[in-house]
């Protein structure tokens, strides 16, 4: 068992095991095959070939359907598997995919989330997980980030309390991310042409349960 996960979870991932070595397929959005990359024990490195992509892609879906939908990203194939197990089975408008490492974050994969109405990043509870989601911000500052409780990731959340945990976490994201957009249309890809300090005086609040939390009408990367 991998991870602690479902053994049909893995069958239908394609994930293999010989031993104490657990081997895991990345695939293309066609579903034909990219890379393997091997597992054991905490020591990882990939098979033949070059280049990486997120984990996942295979399982997302057409356009139609996503716009209507939103994207977690987690930071690797067990969380995201383990999103995918248990959300997955009664929230058909949550898909996942799984980066294979905090710093591995490509600027291009970004194409893989134009699609979708939502994008939520769901960071480990640590400092790595912390920096891992400011790094798909930056590169993409439509997605709202958010990292699990300290010292947890998103798969031992979800085995350890309840996926509904999660659940609410990705909810409270989208619900930020719809007033947000509400208040200031933006479509996520431009940054603010000028960098600067923004005035008190130009701010403003939007409500949430009533209490009212200041925003910044300009969208921009933070870092």
Partial sequence: ??????????????????????????????GSLFRIRHVMGDKRWWGPGSGMLPYGLETLPNGFVARNACLCITEGESDALALRETLG????????????????????????LDAF???????????????????????????VGACMPVGEDVRSVVQGESADVVLEIVKECV???????????????????????????????????GEAVPVTPIRRDSL
């Fill in 89 to 112: 089975e009664y929230c058909a408008g949550v898909f996942c995919l799984g980066c294979p490492g905090a710093s591995a974050w490509k600027e291009e994969w970004e194409v893989y």
């Fill in 175 to 209: 619900e930020l991310e719809a007033m947000i957009r509400k208040h200031f249309p933006w479509d996520g890809r431009q940054r603010a042409a000028v960098e600067r300090e923004v005035p008190a005086e130009e701010q403003t609040t939007i409500d949430m349960d």
């Fill in 1 to 30: 068992m991998f991870k602690g996960l479902l053994p049909v979870t893995s069958q239908r991932a394609g994930i293999t095991t010989n031993g104490a070595l657990v081997n895991i397929p990345y695939r293309r959005p066609d």
């Fill in 117 to 143: 109405r939502f994008v939520v990043v769901l960071g480990d509870g640590d400092e790595a997980g912390d920096l891992f989601t400011r790094r798909v911000q930056s590169s993409y500052p439509r997605a």
